[in-house]
């Protein structure tokens, strides 16, 4: 009997287990039903491409800026190191490689660690059993809701993304998408944030670490909560060392190790602002934001370093010594030191020159020898002035300045609020603090390379923090005399030779009906007469310049404007002749780059190349053809030599005559300061309308740079404040350091050029009783002998016959001549 009850129980427990099972597939599988209904389209996954930063970086490879909605930098799984990649397992997901996107064992686990852990009281954090597929599941489609649908959800997609993915994609899309705190998107991006190296130079406690971090970045904090990350890492370390991933030699030095974070600092980031900008903005204009914000472009700029830091001082120099001559306005502000709260007050205040090295300080002593000031730093050290400090700050009176400085409380006063700057030590002056003061007057500075058009240096401004506007490439401004190689050059295409006459007398234009009669004048106000050619671009003559462009028609003066790129379309009146339209820095010193580079076209760029995120090549400058350059080995033949593909704005010939002229302008005209470097360069000084804007432009064979200072709000920088006196300066100081080590190349002389010895006073060949005698530069084949340009009747005239000369239309003239 007892054996028919136990039968029959059997039974019975078999039918109720059978119709358990039954009830709970069918369970499960109306769980499955419901939950899988509208679930996301996981096959996007298969081409996926996660956010990623854009870097630009300098021509020597620094890094120069980043863009980014994600600071994420993606790597190829195959890129990824086995340490790396089985930190993560190890601490993540131990058994991904063979579960099917659910680890049922973990689950088990979690599930009795966390029963056992509840019974005991333990306050830690539940343990989950979230495979790192689940993880992207969770990620990319389900969001991070705490609920039980969403878990199904997620199990159900990740289930399916395992059929539909290789393991690898799943383990790549993982660590390059979770956030690992610190602005980190990605591992190879926190690798750089927190040991500023990259993903093959981690060692294994750092990637440990790393791998502690993706449940929650923010409680293992390397700073903040240094102890629970320390053993967070130990813990994953001794996952790796369980897990065969490291020895055990390997395990016990790690876990020694201190948790050391080297985060890559601003230093480390090569700071050129204004060009960087102007950089992200071409990237927007080419590929759009997204493509920008999201596309993992990798750019190759063509800043050189060494050029824009140097470009930087002999700006920023120049415009203080500007400055310093106009005078002391005062301090920056001030504040009352008897006031308790004052200490509170001076740390509120904006340090807009943090950037350049200055810093604030307030006067707490002063008298005849010295004054006592605080820094505005965490410390509040105490600096002293001394005379040499403050020597320079006479008050600024109106156009001229006020009593010479005996005194520092001449100049200070307790409580004033000013800038200033460490002072190296010299052979006048010992080490101290200086007395500093925002200028009022700012500029830009650019530099070419003039055989390929890469912008090695550009400087918008004194200062990016305080303004981001951009004077090398924005600002519009008057050049003046620095357009008038523009018009030489046009007179030369015309059949001119430098030493062609060219009378230099008053004339008077009228500038049609109801406008008045237009008397120009050179600087001097002084007239030379009949004089060569050569001689008006040396000593800037204005009055030689109008006449060349009445006599060749200011439609030839607006073409060569337009083929050097320093106008699309010049308006066509005489006193375009003398630079009054507006252009930019850059226009102007790109257009010198092609007298420079004997006349070939260039198109001024910052770019060298862009990589997308999988290093193919999308944007190239250089296009230049070279055959042999792709030979798959070298066996002894020669350098190949690449094909230049620049077409010509201009005949050889007439860029070297415009050369040697602009050279003329160093060796006797507005430029003779440059003589002191001892290396062959040309340019052109620009003085506008009282002296509202300075530059200069100006080049070696090699190397072209410009310089622009003015106020950004046109007004005169004051009597005598020339482009000599203010922009060489900067240019002066700029290629007496770039061209250092480089050697007194000449400029190249092209073949289809004479150099030809004449008396300077007769303008004829020289003979050999001739005791003075000069070389000038003549386009072969051309008629060699005196030649003049007076008088300019609405036709135009020449007195020798020998002259490509197009008729001055009324409407280049837009005015008789008086």
Request: aromatic content about 10%.
């Amino acid at each position: 009997m007892f054996r028919r009850f136990t039968i029959t129980a059997l039974k019975v427990l078999v039918a109720l287990t059978i119709t358990a099972g039954l009830f709970g597939a069918i369970g499960a599988y109306t769980l499955y039903w419901r939950y899988s209904k509208d679930l996301p389209d996981y096959s996007e996954l298969k081409t996926y491409e996660p956010p990623v930063v854009t870097r630009l970086h300098t021509g020597d490879g620094r890094l120069l800026a980043e863009y980014a909605e994600e600071r994420r930098i993606f790597v190829p799984i195959g890129a990824i190191p086995p340490l790396v990649k089985q930190a993560f397992l190890s601490a993540e997901d131990k058994n991904f490689y063979e579960h099917k996107g659910v680890d049922i064992q973990s689950i088990f686990r979690a599930l009795m660690r966390n029963a056992f852990g509840k019974l005991a009281n333990d306050s830690h954090r539940p343990q989950g059993a979230s495979t790192i597929t689940q993880q992207v599941t969770k990620n990319f489609l389900v969001g991070n809701e705490q609920s039980l649908k969403r878990k199904i959800r997620e199990a159900i997609l990740s289930m399916r993304i395992e059929k539909a993915l290789p393991k690898d994609r799943i383990l790549e899309l993982y660590l390059n998408e979770i956030y690992l705190g610190s602005g980190s998107y990605g591992i190879a991006a926190a690798s750089l944030n927190y040991f500023n190296k990259s993903l093959d130079d981690l060692t294994a406690a750092e990637a440990a670490y790393l791998a502690s971090l993706p449940k929650a970045p923010n409680n293992y904090h390397p700073v903040r909560n240094k102890a629970a990350a320390f053993g967070r890492r130990n813990w994953v370390l001794s996952r790796m060392y369980e897990d065969n991933v490291i020895s055990r030699d390997v395990y016990e030095t790690a876990v020694n190790q201190p948790l050391q974070i080297i985060p890559r600092t601003a230093d480390e980031v090569f700071r050129a602002e204004d060009f960087s900008e102007d950089v992200r903005r071409w990237l927007i204009a080419k590929y759009g934001s997204t493509g920008v914000y999201r596309g993992g472009l990798s750019v190759k700029t063509t800043l050189d370093p060494a050029l824009q830091s140097l470009a930087e001082t002999s700006l920023r120099n120049s415009i203080i010594a500007y400055d310093r001559r106009h005078g002391y306005r005062g301090a920056v502000t001030k504040i009352a030191l008897s006031n308790t709260a004052w200490p509170k007050q001076f740390a509120a205040i904006n340090n807009e020159y943090a950037r350049l090295g200055w810093q604030l300080a307030v006067v707490t002593r002063t008298g005849k020898d010295a004054a006592s000031l605080v820094l505005q730093n965490k410390d509040k050290d105490e600096i002293a002035f001394d005379l040499s400090s403050v020597r320079w700050a006479r008050k600024s009176v109106g156009e001229g300045l006020g009593a010479a400085i005996t005194a520092v409380s001449d100049v200070l006063a307790v409580g004033d609020v000013v800038y200033t700057r460490r002072r190296a030590a010299t052979e006048k002056t010992p080490a101290g603090w200086d007395l500093v003061q925002p200028p009022e007057i700012n500029g830009g500075f650019t530099a070419i390379d003039p055989h390929t058009g890469r912008v090695l240096a550009m400087v918008g401004g004194f200062n990016y923090q305080g303004n981001q506007f951009n004077r090398a490439s924005q600002a519009r401004r008057q050049p003046g005399s620095t357009f008038k190689p523009f018009v030489y050059l046009a007179a030369l295409e015309h059949g001119f030779n430098p030493s062609t006459y060219v009378l230099d007398a008053p004339i008077a234009i009228d500038m049609g009906y109801g406008q008045g009669i237009w008397r120009p004048e050179n600087y001097t106000r002084e007239y030379y007469g009949l004089v060569p050619m050569r001689t008006g671009i040396e000593k800037s003559r204005n009055l030689m310049t109008i006449r060349i462009a009445q006599t060749i028609g200011m439609r030839s003066v607006q073409d060569v404007a337009a083929r050097f790129g320093v106008y699309e379309k010049m308006p066509l009146y005489l006193s375009g002749a003398l630079g009054v339209h507006e252009t930019t820095l850059l226009r102007m010193v790109n257009g010198y780059a092609m007298f420079a580079n004997g006349g070939k076209k260039l198109e001024a760029t910052l770019i060298d190349r862009i990589q997308d995120k999988n290093g193919r090549t999308v944007y190239k400058h250089d296009q230049s053809l070279c055959e042999d350059c792709q030979v798959p080995e070298w066996a002894g033949q020669s350098v190949p030599q690449p094909t230049s593909v620049l077409e010509l704005v201009t005949d050889p010939a007439s860029a070297f005559q415009m050369v040697s002229m602009l050279e003329g302008t160093v060796l006797r005209g507005t430029a003779t300061s440059l003589r002191a470097l001892n290396k062959p360069l040309a340019g052109k000084t620009g003085t506008t309308n009282d002296y509202k804007d300075v530059w200069f432009v100006g080049f070696s064979s090699g190397l072209v740079a410009g310089v622009y200072i003015g106020y950004d709000e046109p007004r005169s920088l004051g009597n005598k404040e020339t482009g000599s006196a203010v922009a060489i300066p900067a240019f002066r100081d700029f290629m007496t350091t770039a061209l250092k080590d480089w050697p007194a190349q000449p400029f190249r002389i092209p073949k289809d050029v004479s150099l030809v010895r004449l008396n300077p006073d007769t303008g004829e060949p020289a003979t050999s009783g001739d005791s003075r005698v000069t070389v000038e530069v003549f386009k072969r084949n051309a008629a060699i002998g005196r030649s003049e340009i007076t008088g300019m009747p609405a036709t135009g005239s020449l007195r020798n016959g020998n002259f490509n000369n197009a008729p001055v239309t009324p409407e280049d003239l837009d005015g008789g001549i008086y």
